[in-house]
């Protein structure tokens, strides 16, 4: 398929994990793909593999300076966006009894304020018909200890995806959410998520396994994409069965 022949889009984050795989899977379908992320070394590695018109930014989300800034290189750049996916995002885990202020104020900076404000500072640069897709979690559905802070930043996103919808549907815009479950990538070395750990989690999908994000990314491209355009201000969950059976 070439979906995104002739398309722009933007993918925070995209630079590890869900983001770049995501990435590539646009790129593979014809789009000239935008990323951003805060390690230099590895931007510059996933741009190298997203064809010759991709472009990467360094870019520490977070603020609403941060998010002014990425419109501002991409309005430089003649950049117009036609999706755009808020993927950029940090699990820091700890029980509530010990959740400190410094991880409360981490996580919303980067996963709600940085995606609000983001998402704000490209709406001049989005075309008719955008799509913004945000990366939730199932985290924001099911009581996981030690989950309080993380799962409550996601759970802000599902009520974006509905509100920003609502207000950008004259502009033709609309924002869903996907909400994975654990999916094999580096958050899990990041988190320093112990074997037993890991197995304990892997034990509680109905599926048996982990997820890839490759089986995100192709949700993501859906949503994305014009042959979703019935589906607004929703949630789709990827959990191998976790929060539903
Ligand atoms: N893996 C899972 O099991 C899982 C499940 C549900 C939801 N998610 C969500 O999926 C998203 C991607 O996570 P992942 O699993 O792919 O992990 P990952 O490999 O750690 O990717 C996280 C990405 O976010 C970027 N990022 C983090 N903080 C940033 C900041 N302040 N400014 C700019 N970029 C920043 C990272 O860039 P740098 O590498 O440059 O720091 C990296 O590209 C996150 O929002 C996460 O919450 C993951």
Not at 176 to 188: A, F, I, K, Y
């Amino acid at each position: 398929m070439n979906r995104f022949e002739g398309k722009t889009v933007l993918v925070t984050g995209g630079n590890s994990g869900i983001g770049l795989v995501t990435a590539q899977a646009y790129a593979a379908e014809g789009a000239r793909v935008v990323i951003t992320g805060r390690d230099e070394a590895s931007l510059e590695t996933v741009r190298a593999t997203l064809g010759a018109n991709a472009v990467a930014i360094r870019n520490v989300a977070g603020t609403v300076a941060a998010a002014r800034e990425l419109a501002q290189k991409l309005t430089d750049s003649n950049i117009r966006l036609d999706a755009v996916f808020i993927n950029a995002g940090i699990a820091k885990l700890a029980p509530f009894a010990d959740m400190s202020e410094s991880v409360w104020d981490e996580t919303f900076d980067i996963n709600v304020k940085g995606p609000y404000f983001q998402i704000q500072a490209l709406l001049p640069l989005l075309n008719q018909g955008a799509s913004i897709v945000l990366n939730g979690s199932i985290n924001a559905h099911i009581g996981m200890p030690t989950s309080s802070v993380y799962a409550a930043s996601k759970a802000a996103l599902i009520t974006f995806a509905k509100t920003l919808s609502a207000e950008l549907l004259p502009r033709g815009v609309r924002v869903n959410v996907v909400s994975p479950g654990p999916v094999t990538t580096p958050l899990h070395v990041k988190l320093g998520m112990p074997d037993e750990a890991a197995a304990q989690l892997q034990a509680q999908i109905p599926l048996g396994r982990f997820g890839t994000s490759a089986e995100v990314a192709s949700t993501v491209l859906h949503l994305s994409a014009a042959e979703s355009a019935f589906i607004v201000g929703t949630e789709i969950i990827i959990d191998g069965g976790m929060s539903q059976l």
